[in-house]
């Protein structure tokens, strides 16, 4: 049986990271420990997801013509990653992200997103032939809202799925052009809140958000609930995939190897359901561990 392509559009950023005892309040500085440099974006994050956890992926982006860039690109490749359409930029920085994470193991990210703000309609529509020939397209916010829905309108045309992770969501709603190509969205709690204009405090909150998304035009919602797991609404009823219970030592990622390991699941042909419980199984596993690429798990690691 041929393989499932699951192709990612977005982000590729190099982290830096500094470990601190708290975030710094507004106007406050405070001294950190120590400082890593580390692979990044919500997209390479994604996409390295699909490549560990068994899946055949191909990425959509664009770095800097430069040091972190070339870096990146180097690094994808030995992921095995199809990178034949990752961009080097001239004359502009690869994205950047400054990520203070705590002793809890929470973070605050401040994105320059550099070339990732480059990536335009035409350069998806030079992987037209790629998104077309994909069973799934995973897609973030972290590039231009118009280049994601020439991506999805190209997937649609090919038949395949396509799933928005709607991070980081962005000050004005998503447009209905961009939500009517989506056939799965994953927010979290806080994306899910101001999605849907509901605060998502508890199960009843959370239902009404999916409700209020759904009405938005995307049939299937998988709200992310950090250590509560996932919510998605079957047959009408609310239902929780719990989290697996494990130590905390840095969230960031989680949520992308959570979209990864979902879309590489559901390329298995695992049902929804199946699916939330293999991803959270996977994003267990990158909260043990600290950084982006670096805490996302292989396919053996996962039980099942
Ligand atoms: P992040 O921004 O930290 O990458 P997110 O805010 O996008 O994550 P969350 O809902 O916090 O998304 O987490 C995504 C998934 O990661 C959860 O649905 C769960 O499977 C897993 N996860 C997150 N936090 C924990 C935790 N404390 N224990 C176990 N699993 C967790
Ligand atoms: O989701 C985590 C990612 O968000 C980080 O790797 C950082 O680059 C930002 O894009």
């Given at each position: ?54 899946g055949?992926?191909?990425f ?22 199809d990178t ?22 929470e ?45 999805a309108?190209?997937?649609r ?6 799933v928005?992770?709607?991070?980081p969501?962005p ?7 961009l ?28 239902l009404q958000a ?10 299937h ?8 797991g996932?919510?998605?609404v ?10 697996v ?5 840095d969230?960031t990622a989680?949520g ?16 929804l ?32």
């Open positions: 049986m041929e393989k499932t392509q699951i192709v990612v559009v977005g982000s590729c950023n190099t982290d830096l990271v500094i470990s601190v005892d708290h975030l710094p309040a507004p106007g406050e500085t405070i001294i950190g420990y120590d400082f890593m440099t580390n692979q990044g974006g919500k997209g390479a994050n994604q996409a390295v997801a699909v490549a560990r956890l068994g055949t992926t191909a959509v982006a664009r770095v800097g013509d430069d040091g972190f860039g070339r870096q990146s690109l180097e690094l994808l490749k030995e992921e095995g990653i034949s359409h990752v961009l080097l930029t001239p004359g502009v920085a690869t994205g950047v992200a400054m990520i203070p994470v705590d002793r809890h193991g973070n605050s990210i401040i994105v320059a997103s550099g070339a990732n703000a480059l990536l335009t309609p035409q350069d998806v529509e030079a992987a037209g032939e790629t998104l077309k020939a994909a069973d799934i397209v995973l897609m973030q916010l972290e590039t231009p809202v118009d280049t994601l829905i020439r991506a309108q190209l997937a045309e090919g038949g395949a799925k396509v928005l992770n709607p991070a969501f000050k004005e709603p998503l447009p209905q052009e939500l009517a190509l989506v056939d799965i969205i994953t927010p979290n709690e806080t994306e899910a809140g101001m999605m849907a204009g509901v605060s998502v405090v508890d199960e009843a909150s959370a999916i409700r209020n998304i759904q009405a938005l035009g995307v049939k919602v998988i709200l992310t609930a950090g250590s509560k996932a919510y998605t079957a047959d009408g009823t609310l239902a929780n995939i719990p989290a219970k494990t130590e905390v030592v969230t989680a992308d190897t959570f979209c990864g390991a979902l879309c590489v699941a559901l390329g298995d042909g695992k049902d359901t199946e699916a939330i419980r293999f991803a959270n199984s996977a994003a267990a596993i990158s909260v043990t561990r600290r950084g982006a690429w670096r805490s996302i798990p292989k396919r053996g690691e996962i039980g099942n």
